[in-house]
């Protein structure tokens, strides 16, 4: 049987036939806004889904800034009950979607929109999810990066060409399903040869090559650092640095003067003739005679050591860091290789500068809760199930997390612990020995970015047991308000059939092995 899927399906599973369980036993964490602070003596083991979530906050998340969204979930129209973050349908043609709403598949569509007269938030909203977790990054980084180049007065040709450059390589293929590189030339691009490469006349960006874009043009250039800085390994019309160019090569040369004479004062391998015998000549911008050396603040060429010339000033006691124009450096890799930030210290997590092949992003931040994580990867793009409690059995608990940037809308999605969940389409779900549920999110409820929510699967207060009697704090929700003979609790919402009839049995809980947990998406309608 096949279901028509919008996103995947979030499963974990109880006991030793599922894996992977983590052995250690701790303290069950709360929902939302009240962090659970203790267990009061009750244990539960925490079970993980599939895509690792950010370290949990001890209080009320933060805003989101410019990255918060107003509201997420995929734009078509209902089908059966599928998971919360992969689009599965990629052949869908760009159209109206059953709900009215035009919805872009495409990472190149969402950036189209985007970028026209349309509300950012807007296009995200009315676009795939795929789009989304493709698209959002791209526009991240347009904002932060390419901000001018990117701007409505400036062709798309230009902004793509500083994406391939400014952005991780593996937005180039977003950029690129413009229809770069098919052979025809399009409006928005300056030329298409047909081909990804790069090196030759035209860039794997659909941009003419040029001095300066990073990318070596074998047949015009020696070298491009994409920049147009004389003093370092290659000059602004791309071309190495040698003595005799007239370009002083900063941290290798002491000087240049256009020739390759030895006694004019700067010799045929352009140091400084009379560098190194302590004296300070009109020439020079330094000179401590045997103490010159590459970590010095003075380097063997008699040049200031500074960073950017791809030598590290390391030396603490000959003054690195005290000595005018100097500055004690962690690394100085000249600015070429990218290992080594602007300012000579080394790259971490949250700097703000993308590191290629370490890095998925960077945007300056920690924050667990963004686009970018804290450990400096794309964020989850879909709900997950983030911790499920057993025991003891009048407080067991499931609790999920929203690791997206959007405010997702929970009435369209639901919690089972049947692998049979999917019969809800059909009405024909059954709770068996009335252990087993299959039950949806109330109208109306939702969970923001970076939110948990907790269900407590009894009730949630009243009666012979209760959540709030075990842990100290009410859940966000509850599956049998009147467990344990308890009086339905009106301030907490329940949990909802998931089909006409009733799919929550009247002694729903879950078993401690051999059964899954899962969240999963249903906006009604047939398979």
């Known amino acids: 049987m096949h279901l028509h899927a919008l996103a995947c399906v979030v499963v974990l599973c109880l006991g030793e ?62 089908a059966g009950p599928t998971d919360a973050s992969v689009d599965n349908n990629p052949t869908s043609d760009e159209g109206a979607s059953d709900t009215g709403l035009f919805t872009y598949t495409t990472c190149s569509a969402l950036r189209e929109c985007a970028r026209g007269s349309s509300v950012e938030a807007e ?176 380097l063997v060429t008699c040049r200031t050591n500074r960073c950017g010339d791809g030598k590290v000033c390391s030396d603490v006691v000959s003054g690195c860091g005290a000595r005018p124009g100097t500055k004690l450096e962690m690394c100085d890799d000249g600015k070429t290789t990218g290992a080594c930030r602007a300012d000579c210290t080394i790259p971490f997590c949250g700097d703000g500068e993308v590191q290629p092949l370490v890095e998925e992003c960077d945007d300056g931040n920690r924050n667990a809760f963004d686009m970018c994580s804290n450990e400096c990867k794309a964020a989850a793009s879909h709900l997950l199930i983030t911790e499920v409690v057993t025991r003891p059995a009048g407080a067991e608990m499931i609790e999920i997390m929203n690791p997206t940037g959007f405010s997702v809308a929970l009435s369209d999605y639901g919690l089972s612990d049947n692998h049979l969940y999917y019969k809800i389409v059909s009405g024909t779900f059954t709770t068996a020995s009335g252990s087993d549920f299959a039950a949806r999110f109330p109208d109306g409820a939702t969970i923001g970015p970076g939110e948990y929510r907790v269900v407590a699967l009894a009730n949630a207060t009243g009666g012979s047991a209760s959540f709030v009697a075990a842990y100290g704090k009410k859940p966000d929700f509850e599956l049998r308000p009147t467990a344990n003979g308890a009086v339905d609790d009106a301030r907490i919402p329940n949990m909802q059939s998931a089909q006409a009839t009733s799919s929550i049995g009247a002694s729903a809980s879950l078993t401690d092995g051999g059964e899954p947990v899962v969240l999963f998406f249903y906006r009604g309608g047939p398979l």
């Open 17 to 78: 036939a599922c894996s992977p369980v983590r052995p250690e036993i701790e303290a069950p964490i709360d929902a939302g806004e009240d962090r659970l602070e203790s267990a009061k003596g009750s244990a539960g083991v925490r079970l993980l889904s599939d895509v690792p979530t950010p370290a949990e906050p001890d209080a009320a998340m933060g805003t989101w800034g410019a990255a918060a969204r107003d509201a997420a979930g995929d734009a078509r129209g209902g």
């Open 123 to 298: 296009c995200l909203r009315a676009s795939s999810l795929e789009a989304r977790t493709l698209g959002e990054p791209v526009l991240t980084c347009e904002r932060q990066r390419c901000g001018d180049a990117c701007s409505s007065a400036t062709s798309l040709a230009d902004c793509n060409a500083c994406l391939v450059k400014a952005c991780p390589a593996a937005l180039t293929a977003c950029v690129r399903e413009s229809g770069c590189g098919d052979g025809n030339r399009s409006p928005t691009e300056e030329c298409d040869d047909g081909n990804d490469q790069d090196g030759d006349a035209c860039t794997n960006a659909c941009t003419g090559a040029r001095c300066g874009d990073g990318i070596v043009d074998a047949a015009h250039e020696e070298c491009d650092d994409g920049n147009a800085i004389d003093t370092d390994a290659c000059s602004h019309t791309c071309a190495r640095a040698s003595c005799g160019d007239n370009i002083v090569h900063s941290g290798v040369e002491g000087c240049d003067d256009g020739n390759l004479i030895d006694g004019d004062g700067c010799s045929a391998q352009c140091f400084i003739e009379g560098c190194g015998d302590g004296i300070v000549q009109a020439t020079e911008e330094c000179d401590d005679g045997p103490a010159n050396a590459d970590s010095a603040p003075c």
